[in-house]
């Protein structure tokens, strides 16, 4: 387990994805794999994707015409921000495909470790996480294309988390996720309940046997190697995953973006001033002067207003303004203007969509296990 990498905690001086690969044991997302894909979402072209466990299988199944499903789940314990719009989005996209979606509420996580009462915990999924699903283009309604559950109410999900947890010691649990002495029941017991949903959809109740594709951030790595680990002593296939990089904090790289910390994030639910502030004060990549950005250019690499292009829009923008910044053409205010602008358009959008997607909520509570 990296040191500042959990899947509570997220902290590094410097976020070296080549070095976490090789530490975490985990694939590299190679070109010989993106040429076996037919179609492509932009986080796979642009890298934002950058590792893997078993993608092959996936691709296998694709290419074979055989059933796979797509898992992730909603944490119910704050705002939802740009960071978690990407798993969203890739949830849409291979929706849109015809592919069947697992989506498990973590409210006995937000319960029992983070101490989220039911009451507060139901409005932050309805408002932050359904809501924003459905804005973004995820079908959480009809039941033949997404099982939307609560953990609290999956009776199916915890009775398998104590066959996971005849499978595994102490000593395993320990090595993965270094628990402490002060750590109680509830934050060790937990991580079963996130591999019987990682691993539920293969129950017979459910179809049976298949592969499952993972898209997470890779401070949820621990739930997929605890997962992968019990899956073949339950006869059922070794989970897959793939892995998106993380969203800079607001503040600069090597911290992510956080829903319990304000100042860190764009949630989508901030109003446009909110917004215009927040990315005023964002960190640049930008030299110390403004004859020394003319003379020796940007340095978009480092720059939290470049990976908002990179990671969620278009290739044009995303292209000219690499180009400019790095010749020096392009100054940070200016930079942070233009990003602004296409921010808020996207927000205004997704905003008015929320407010549609209201009238489905009776549809959902009454189609799905919530």
């Not at 642009?46 to 996936?58: E, P, T």
């Not at 804005?135 to 033949?144: M, R, T």
């Not at 446009?272 to 930008?286: R, S």
Request: glycine residues 6%; proline residues 4%.
């Amino acid at each position: 387990m990296s040191k500042g990498i959990t899947p509570w905690e997220f902290e590094l001086e410097q976020v070296d994805y080549v070095r976490i690969v090789e530490e975490f044991g985990l694939q590299p997302m190679t070109s010989e794999l993106l040429k076996r894909m037919k179609n492509k979402h932009r986080l796979f072209e642009r890298k934002v994707i950058f590792a893997h466990r078993d993608f092959g299988l996936i691709l296998d199944a694709q290419d074979k015409g055989q059933e796979f499903v797509v898992l992730t789940g909603m944490m119910p314990s704050g705002k939802f921000h740009f960071g978690h719009k990407l798993i969203a989005e890739l949830m849409a996209w291979y929706q849109e495909q015809g592919i069947m979606l697992y989506i498990p509420i973590s409210d006995i996580e937000a319960d029992v470790i983070r101490g989220i009462d039911a009451d507060s915990c139901r409005e932050i999924v309805v408002n932050e996480y359904i809501l924003n699903y459905l804005a973004l283009g995820v079908d959480l309604v009809s039941k033949d294309k997404c099982c939307l559950y609560s953990q609290w109410r999956n009776d199916l999900v915890r009775n398998l988390s104590f066959k996971a947890a005849s499978k595994v010691t102490f000593s395993q649990m320990h090595a993965v996720y270094g628990f402490s002495n002060s750590d109680n029941m509830g934050k060790i017991f937990f991580p079963l309940i996130d591999a019987a949903d990682i691993l539920h959809p293969q129950l017979p109740e459910r179809g049976g046997v298949k592969p499952v594709l993972v898209p997470v951030g890779i401070d949820q790595d621990p739930h997929l190697r605890v997962s992968r680990d019990i899956a073949p002593r339950l006869g059922m296939i070794k989970p897959s995953s793939i892995y998106t990089k993380m969203m800079s904090s607001l503040q600069g790289r090597g911290t992510k973006m956080s829903s319990s910390k304000p100042e860190t994030a764009i949630f989508l639910t901030d109003t446009i001033e909110v917004v215009k502030q927040k990315l005023k004060d964002a960190f640049t990549g930008g030299r110390e002067t403004i004859q020394e950005q003319k003379r020796l250019g940007g340095q978009p690499e480092k720059c939290v207003i470049y990976e908002f292009l990179l990671f969620h829009f278009e290739d044009e923008l995303l292209e000219s303004t690499y180009e400019k910044c790095t010749s020096g053409a392009l100054l940070c205010g200016e930079c942070k203007a233009v990003v602004s602008k296409r921010i808020v358009k996207f927000l205004e959008e997704i905003q008015r969509k929320r407010e549609e997607a209201k009238s489905l909520l009776p549809k959902i509570y009454e189609n799905q296990l919530i």
